[in-house]
């Protein structure tokens, strides 16, 4: 299986700052890379796909790069409802795993 | 617009048995790979199975491998999740999500509780 690591596992940034949170694959996965939000009581939403694409209907200062094992998502410009936990996953292969999550806090 | 619903989650005795449905509108649910992902209470997602739009290719992660079986109705616009064995970790928020280029997990129900204890 492949794993994945994110990191930090939490941090907190304030209204207006730029943030990065990184994922490692332990096997290249090209850019098989995904990004979810996940508010609390809230399902998971996705954000960024093939590592660096913007979901439709998400707000442009959400961007993600990399490819093959390490990448990083990217909030610019931080609002209030960017609260959340953030996932990384790998759609490479099967079993399509997640990072542990990180998660933000906004002060 | 796309909806996912999931229904069937329940409180079960370990050992017990449980079906999950999830009732999707709004797209051409046969078009479309489906998935479950589970999250624990307090803990992160974990992706436990996906079914192709055929039925004809089915993954399973091996924590659910021979008690679990997914399956589909594409007459009925619906995915099903059968658990059979079930232990006190199976205890979780089950969502079903749809699977699409890139193999991305574009949209998600709202999940379904299931808790296992004696």
């Known amino acids: 299986d492949i794993q994945m690591t994110q990191s930090p596992s939490s941090l907190s940034a304030s209204v207006g700052d730029s943030v990065t949170i990184t994922c490692r694959a332990s096997?290249?996965?090209?850019?098989?890379l995904n990004w979810y939000q996940q508010r609390p009581g809230k399902a998971p939403k996705l954000l960024i796909y093939a590592a660096s694409s913007l979901q439709s209907g998400v707000p442009s200062r959400f961007s993600g790069s990399g490819s093959g094992t390490d990448f990083t998502l990217t909030i610019s410009s931080l609002q209030p409802e960017d609260s959340a936990t953030y996932y990384c996953?790998?759609?490479?292969?099967?079993?399509?795993?997640f990072g542990q999550g990180t998660k933000l806090e906004i002060k | 617009e796309v909806q996912l619903v999931e229904s069937g989650g329940d409180l079960k005795q370990p050992g017990g048995s449980l079906r999950l449905s999830c009732a999707a509108s709004?797209?051409?649910?046969?078009?479309?790979?489906m998935s479950w992902v589970r999250q624990a209470p307090g803990k992160g997602l974990e992706w436990i199975s996906y079914i192709s739009s055929g039925s004809d290719t089915i993954y399973y992660a091996d924590c659910v491998k021979g008690r679990f079986t997914i399956s589909r109705d594409n007459a009925k616009n619906s995915l099903y999740l059968q658990m059979n064995g079930l232990r006190d970790d199976d205890t979780a928020v089950y969502y079903c999500?749809?699977?699409?280029?890139?193999?991305?997990?574009?949209?998600w129900g709202q999940g379904t509780l299931v808790t296992v204890s004696s």
């Open positions: 709004g797209f051409t649910f046969s078009s479309y790979t």
């Open positions: 999500a749809t699977e699409s280029n890139w193999n991305k997990a574009d949209y």
């Open positions: 996953q790998q759609s490479y292969s099967t079993p399509r795993t």
């Open positions: 096997h290249n996965i090209n850019s098989y």
